[in-house]
């Protein structure tokens, strides 16, 4: 359906100024003359980027490296990896120059010099100095061709504290600098002064979530502490440099806290009558309209005008893959015309409260920029209260039409290194070689009629949700998700999105209650009935110990044994029962834990100490084990025909029967909501024996299961002794199957009590076993170190490393050694270390206290092995082991090879990739890897011989998701297939084949035949 908009009153101005600039733009150029004239490499590039969308993809991936490559033969092999790619046709002469038989050759070295300058030269379009005086040198030619500036410090992404700092103290230096050379600048009234006032000759365009490094919404009331204090140190030199301040807008996860973090500072006492400050809108979002009244209504309150820029949003690619990943909704249009309609709707908003705002419209499209002017003129608004802004290098000739018009233009100068810069390229690159680009669009030269079209809408959504209706909370979270990819065969569960401040409030909320419930007692459920135990345990709360969170009753051996035999009492039911209400009863267990979402998390947060997105996430997971299992029973359930004529075969499954389910603490919630529902949903009878820390989140996934209507006998809740009830179930003749998640050594002496035949057995069992792991990252030097410090940082400290995929040794090769252990070592220090209670945590406790002795005997190993590169005190009233980083540790170290289940990590140097891989298998385990690597041919070798489970390349190596990354290991980690993949139901299946002869004396119906 396409909708086109109502044109408003500014239309035939609008229609009449564009193809004046139009005119403008295009004079003395036409694009394919330029293409015949031009001899540059870096023309050629993005024309070709144009033309080709495969090149396009892998040329902007080299870039993306380029800046980490050291020499010639490392460009020459990387262009030849990238661009050799079989999915991509190459035009003859990139084809010519990649011809070469060996990076180190003459032609390599050409091949690499060639196009490492392209390369330069297109950034240096788009960046207006790598230091300060070469950016001077642009801003003094820009205000000769009567145009202002802002500036802008490109940085690598700021993930240490000690960057926060020096972010902040570049910008005051960037900031005196400015301000002492523009004592020299003559003034230019076209851009100082407008309506008799003069206006800052300097200004500076910042980002607030680069004041501190663990800029978190979830967080909130921190990070605004945090930040808050910079934003007034920089308010404040500012104000004594006479330099104006503008905050950029970043990704959308930021956006509400950003502008609720500037209203609060800006509506202090010493900055509240400041007029030289602005505020971005991104107006791809679909709560820019509501966003932008919000901010009038309160610049109003406030009662002195602010800027706001107006923009179209540089993270769409982004924001869009990032929903999709999480099941969000679609923060940002996805019609490009809904978002130009959207900017031009604000455009009018801004401009018709001229009084309160000061308008700056940030675009390089000809009719927006256009649209802004019709308004402007015909409501004769003083040129004090808007200007035009373009990016330095994207729209030169725009700029030079609207200023030639008599209007101030501002040219956004991002200043600073190639790689740093690197980020902020890639942004520009795609916005200029994007389909819908407007640039991309005049540059081909599309009919005028075209390009200034009024904008028309396409997706029918799209029309009403632009009118600002989809508010983030009503759209966002737990709506099924429309998805741009292929579906998957059943609804994933979306995390929270604590961004929205509701999700946050629940949050508290369910702390609140799940805390007047502490100290209560909770039973075992046998045969349908909580029964009373002798013993009974304290379950504490891992951050504070002397909090006890509940209580639970510890089976006898004799009571276990009831359990067993109303197992089996309720066995023949159960197994009778149509495997779609037993799948049916599974998706409601789902949805009671969607509905106790925010209750669960605080529970796994209180109890276990895991901090509280990951225990969202862990919720979400257990969600997804009850759905996805239940869609693959009713697969499985179909069975498979193979009739052949005169005979029918039919393939099926029954239960095996009796399972016993052996769960671990460290995910308390999924793991055993996941082996639990396995068993359960596939026919057996089964037995919940939780770890014992964690027996209150296994009550409360009775709760549920019973809830649910797993009928009595077949769901029991059997919290007991390892060393007793958990022996006598394991070693139970009558028990068919364990599933157990756990350490190495318990599910070795599972596998081999399991195998030992009982007295009265009939059957062999069958073990599952998720074990340990010792789980490597690999760094090569083409890593994006951004990337990669914060993926290791979270793969090591994530829960304190008691995760089973944690990462334990980082291997990092030895030409990026000693950078990224810098920043591996800042990055660690910063993080926040706390009750896990606290939304500002990231890592919280260990589990208990032997778990807390274990591990410092592991420190205290590692000093006899390696160096200590971090260590942080700890306190003592939770079971807090610090992050621990250990650096030149040798492959065979002990803290290298036995599994430490603790924030330790090891960090080993190599000297090339074989020796990475080869260290990276040189353990017992398999379960999970990681590989940060931006050459092809490495993430090739990895995927074919880095052996384990889970390879997880240029991302964390933690976080399965069901269906999605089915998760489980081989080696020592583990025995059974994986969990959460399609084989998974299999192991609590028996298969029977049924064949049939139907033919009789010689008769049988043949199909086809009369
Ligand atoms: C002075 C200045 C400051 C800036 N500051 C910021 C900032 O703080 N934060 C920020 O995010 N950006 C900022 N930008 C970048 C800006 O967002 C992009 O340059 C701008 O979006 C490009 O839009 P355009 O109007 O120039 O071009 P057009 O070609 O008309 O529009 C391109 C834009 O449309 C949107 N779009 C593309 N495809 C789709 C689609 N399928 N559905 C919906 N929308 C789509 C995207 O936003 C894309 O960038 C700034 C730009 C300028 C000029």
């Not at 960046?127 to 005086?133: D, F, V």
């Not at 999709?324 to 409260?353: M, S």
């Not at 862990?618 to 004529?645: H, K, T």
């Amino acid at each position: 359906m396409v909708l086109q908009a109502q044109p408003t009153t500014y239309e035939p101005k609008t229609q009449e100024i564009a193809k004046q600039l139009l005119a403008a733009t295009r004079e003395n150029r036409s694009f394919f003359a330029s293409i015949r004239d031009q001899m540059r490499w870096d023309d050629k590039l993005l024309a070709w980027a144009m033309s080709n969308p495969g090149l396009r993809v892998q040329l902007f991936r080299f870039i993306d490296c380029l800046p980490a490559l050291r020499s010639k033969p490392e460009i020459a092999r990387h262009l030849q990896e990238y661009l050799g790619d079989e999915s991509v046709e190459l035009p003859t002469a990139l084809k010519g120059m990649l011809n070469f038989a060996n990076p180190d050759s003459m032609p390599g070295q050409v091949a690499a010099t060639t196009v490492s300058t392209a390369v330069e030269t297109l950034a240096h379009k788009y960046i207006a100095g790598e230091n300060i005086q070469q950016t001077l040198k642009t801003i003094e030619r820009l205000r000769k061709e009567k145009m202002a500036f802002t500036i802008d410090i490109l940085g690598e992404a700021v993930i240490t504290e000690a960057e926060a700092q020096s972010y902040l103290e570049r910008y005051l230096d960037l900031m005196a600098q400015l301000a002492a050379a523009s004592k020299n600048w003559k003034p230019v009234a076209q851009i100082d002064e407008a309506d008799g006032e003069a206006l800052p000759q300097v200004q500076v365009s910042v980002k607030l979530t680069a004041f501190y490094s663990q800029f978190d919404p979830l967080d909130a009331a921190g990070s605004a502490a945090r930040v808050s204090d910079r934003i007034r140190t920089v308010l404040r030199k500012a104000k004594e440099l006479g330099v104006s301040i503008h905050f950029d807008m970043e990704q959308y996860a930021y956006k509400d806290l950003i502008f609720s973090i500037l209203k609060q500072v800006l509506q202090e006492e010493e900055f509240r009558s400041r007029t030289d400050v602005g505020v971005t809108v991104q107006a791809y979002l679909r709560d820019s309209e509501r966003d932008t009244q919000d901010l009038i209504a309160w610049v109003k309150q406030r009662g002195y005008p602010l800027t706001v820029r107006l923009v179209k949003g540089a993270y769409w690619d982004q924001e869009t893959i990032k929903a999709e990943q999480k099941h969000w909704q679609q923060p940002v249009f996805n019609d490009k015309a809904a978002t130009d309609l959207n900017f031009e709707k604000i455009t009018q908003l801004l401009l018709e409260n001229h009084e309160y705002i000061y308008s700056a419209i940030g675009s390089h499209n000809v009719r927006s920029q256009a649209h802004a002017i019709a308004i402007a003129e015909n409501l004769k608004i003083p040129r004090r209260r808007f200007e035009m802004q373009v990016l330095y290098g994207m729209g030169d000739k725009l700029a030079k039409a609207l200023s030639d018009r008599g209007y101030r233009v501002r040219v956004y100068c991002p200043y600073g290194e190639l790689l740093p810069g690197m980020a902020y390229l890639i942004r520009r690159l795609l916005e200029n070689t994007a389909n819908s680009s407007f640039l991309r669009q005049n540059l081909e030269e599309r009919p005028i009629e075209e390009l200034i079209v009024p904008p028309i809408l396409r997706e029918q959504g799209a029309g009403s949700r632009e009118s600002g209706v989809g508010s983030r909370e009503s759209e966002r979270r737990s709506s099924p998700h429309s998805s741009l990819l292929t579906p998957h065969p059943f609804s994933p569960a979306a995390d929270t999105d604590y961004a929205a401040v509701e999700a946050r409030e629940q949050s508290q909320q369910a702390f609140q209650q799940v805390r007047q419930l502490f100290g209560k007692t909770y039973l075992p459920l046998v045969n349908g009935e909580y029964v009373s135990t002798e013993e009974i345990i304290d379950s504490v709360n891992p951050s504070n110990f002397s909090e006890v969170v509940g209580k639970v009753g510890l089976l006898s051996v004799e009571q276990a044994e009831q359990a067993m035999q109303a197992a089996k009492a309720a066995f023949p039911g159960w197994k009778n029962t149509p495997a779609k209400q037993r799948a049916s009863i599974l998706r409601k267990a789902g949805d009671l834990m969607e509905l106790r979402r925010a209750e669960l998390s605080a529970w796994i947060v209180l109890e276990v100490g895991k901090p509280v997105k990951e225990a969202d996430a862990e919720v979400s997971e257990a969600i997804d084990f009850c759905r996805y299992y239940a869609a693959e029973m009713e697969r499985l359930d179909a069975g498979y025909n193979y009739d052949v004529a005169g005979e029918t075969n039919r393939y099926l499954y029954q239960p095996r029967g009796i399972a016993v389910v052996i769960s671990p603490w460290n995910f308390p919630l999924a793991i055993a909501t996941g082996m639990t529902v396995a068993a359960l949903v596939a026919g057996n009878c089964t037995l919940l024996k939780p770890a014992e820390t964690s027996s209150v989140i296994a009550a409360k996934l009775t709760e549920i299961l019973v809830e649910a209507g797993f009928p009595k006998g077949v769901y029991q809740f059997v919290p007991g002794k390892g060393s007793k009830v958990g022996a006598h179930l394991v070693n139970h003749p009558d028990t068919h199957l364990i599933a157990f998640t756990g350490s190495r050594e318990v599910g070795c002496r599972i596998y081999a009590e399991a195998a030992k035949v009982q007295p009265g057995q009939k059957h062999l069992k069958r073990v599952i076993a998720e074990m340990g792991g010792k789980n490597g990252m690999i760094v090569d030097e083409s890593a994006d170190l951004d990337q990669a410090v914060v993926g290791v940082v979270q793969s090591a400290f994530g829960y304190s490393g008691q995760k089973c995929s944690a990462a334990s040794r980082v291997i990092v090769l030895d030409s990026v050694y000693d950078t990224f252990i810098h920043r591996l070592v800042e990055a660690t220090r910063s993080l926040n270390i706390g009750a896990t209670e606290l939304p500002s945590t990231q890592v919280g406790p260990v589990i208990d206290g032997n778990a807390q002795a274990r591990i410092r005997e592991y420190i205290e190993q590692g000093r006899q092995e390696a160096k200590v590169a971090l260590e942080i005190p700890s306190s003592d009233n939770g079971y807090f082991v610090n992050p621990t980083i250990f650096t030149e540790v040798p492959p065979t170290a002990t803290i290298a090879q036995e599994e430490i289940f603790g924030p330790v990590v090891a960090v080993i140097r190599v000297k090339n990739f074989e020796e990475a891989i080869a260290v990276a298998n040189g353990t017992d385990y398999a379960l999970t890897g990681g590989l940060y690597s931006r050459t092809p041919s490495h993430i090739q070798m990895a995927q074919e011989q880095f052996e384990v489970g889970n390879l997880y390349i240029n991302r964390t190596i933690t976080g399965a998701i069901v269906a999605r990354q089915p998760f489980g290991g081989f080696k020592m980690s583990g025995v059974g297939s994986k969990a959460g993949g399609p084989d998974y139901l299999l192991q609590f299946l028996e298969p029977r084949t049924v064949t049939e002869n139907v033919q009789r004396q010689g008769f049988a119906p043949i199909e086809g035949a009369e």
